[in-house]
């Protein structure tokens, strides 16, 4: 277990785990003050936006350091399988979803709702990542349209909820694929 213990320890990036914990306090501080309630003063209090939020930070702070532990091949493995799995709850979206604020991009699993269109995002950099690092050479037609179908498949689903600001933020992908060395 040790030996597991000090892997871990020497292939975090402190300065990194530094920067997050600094922006996830300075973020849970200016939604305090945003919504502060002198009637509930509490940090804490869940009845309170700022309460809700320590309770997110918890679970968060829990999950990544549990991420930690796990294998990068496990990741790997289970990237394609999670990609689909969301790629099937978008397409599940424009017929089960709920509208909330003029959208249908939410998914209403018993008590819970779910965006999938968030989960999108995240499965999509692990595919379009393992995707990447499995060529030789981004140069060829093939392999430009294969990542930029990673890309679009969600991308569409998610438009078909009419989730344009989330569908925009896919944009951000481009940076990848010029850092891989795609032409301007």
Not at 43 to 49: K, R
Request: glycine residues 8%; proline residues 4%.
């Amino acid at each position: 277990m040790n030996a597991v213990r000090d892997s871990i320890r020497a292939n975090v990036d402190r300065p990194l785990v530094v920067i997050y914990l600094l922006l996830l306090f300075a973020g849970w501080a200016n939604i305090y003050s945003a919504a502060y309630n002198p009637d509930h003063p509490n940090l804490f209090d869940t009845s309170m936006e700022y309460g809700n939020q320590s309770v997110w930070i918890v679970i968060c702070l829990v999950l990544g350091s549990a991420l930690l532990m796990v294998r990068g091949e496990f990741i790997k493995d289970m990237a394609v399988p999670a990609y689909g799995v969301v790629l099937l709850l978008l397409a599940l979206v424009p017929v089960l979803g709920k509208e909330v604020g003029g959208n249908t991009n939410w998914l209403q699993i018993g008590p819970i709702r779910i965006q999938p269109s968030e989960f999108a995002k995240f499965t999509t950099a692990l595919v379009l990542t393992r995707y990447l690092s499995g060529l030789k050479s981004f140069s060829g037609t093939r392999a430009r349209l294969i990542a930029t179908l990673i890309i679009v498949a969600p991308v569409l689903l998610i438009l078909l909820g009419k989730d344009v600001g989330t569908a925009l933020t896919f944009g951000a992908f481009i940076l990848v694929l010029y850092r891989e060395g795609l032409s301007g």
